[in-house]
């Protein structure tokens, strides 16, 4: 077998193990193909797509929110996100959670990437979208709180990453690719 | 109150409300300081700190190791990554994952950046560390199976973003902060 294509390993058994409102733990017993047996135990969410926002309100600006992190109990710099309603698209869900979170609808959405968040023990997967040609519209969401919204310039992601509250690798992710894309982009216009 | 300082909720309440050998699921009742109550849940990891390396055998090359990612059940790329042991400092946690992940030491490693998984519902914080004057060295691991190690150039991330296996937030963030600070390093030796 050619190293680029490994043997998964066979899932001789998979149980539930935990539940709660928002999680399940589930528990599996694999035997790798070299005969090595192994429990694992992996998270699964509750299998909606989730999406998260690059907006910008110009060419050279990008808009973050700062909400409540629970699982730090302190408030966090990230970019907008939520999760895609039942028959939605994740377009609409993206524009949806823009004008909720920030107060803005765009124009125009495009997917980016997809990113994952520790395929190791959990089947998470987010849709990260650019948003560009943004307008005024506020949708009320289901945020405990007005979040805090700030605009940054997407050329200041080493100022940002100085910030204690700004850490989350997912939203750092998401604006490198937006920022190297936004990059190619002005570079082959600036060739033509 | 300024819009730079929220008032953090109150925690009114908290309850594991499931738990297993991995994971530990909590519920915090919140009053937020507009007086709106929510019930969150978050998961709590078991403590234990995290790192991640960006481990480099010349200027322009990064090692990535390619291993079955449970959670997705397919093999993910990303970079070597472990859970630090009892007593052990996050570099010296660093350099025995290299070792048991990729079979390579470094005679220097120094902290790049603390990322962050879901700070909204997980405590996960991550250490990457720039791995560098690399040398080779095996330790033996617990890993199921020897996990595939590939060589990239780093200048190479736009290829590696549109391979269906490099997907994972934490790495691809770890990736571009670790080339851009090469960069801003030579540029500014080049200017000296």
């Not at 390993?9 to 935990?18: K, Q, T, W």
């Not at 709660?20 to 694999?30: H, P, Q, T, V, Y």
């Not at 650019?130 to 992601?157: C, F, Q």
Request: overall charge negative.
């Amino acid at each position: 077998m050619a190293p680029s294509t490994p043997t998964k390993p066979s899932i001789l058994a998979r149980e539930d193990v935990a539940r709660s409102n928002l999680f399940a733990i589930e528990r599996l017993e694999l035997r790798f193909s070299n005969g090595a047996e192994r429990t694992f135990e992996r998270l699964k969410g509750r299998g909606r797509p989730a999406v998260m926002i690059v907006a910008m309100p110009d060419p050279e600006h990008v808009l973050l929110i700062r909400e409540y992190a629970a699982g730090f109990d302190e408030y966090a710099l990230t970019l907008p996100k939520g999760l895609v309603d039942p028959g939605e698209d994740i377009i609409t869900a993206g524009n949806r959670e823009l004008m909720e979170e920030c107060g803005m609808g765009a124009r125009r959405i495009e997917p980016l990437v997809e990113l994952s968040l520790a395929p190791n023990y959990m089947n998470h997967r987010m849709q990260v979208l650019l948003a560009t040609d943004l307008y005024e519209k506020r949708l009320p969401g289901d945020e405990p709180e007005p979040l805090l919204v700030e605009t940054h310039a997407i050329e200041s992601l080493p100022a940002l990453l100085a910030r204690e509250d700004f850490h989350e690798a997912r939203a750092i992710a998401a604006l490198y690719i937006a920022r190297d894309t936004l990059r190619a982009e002005r570079d082959s216009e600036s060739w033509w």
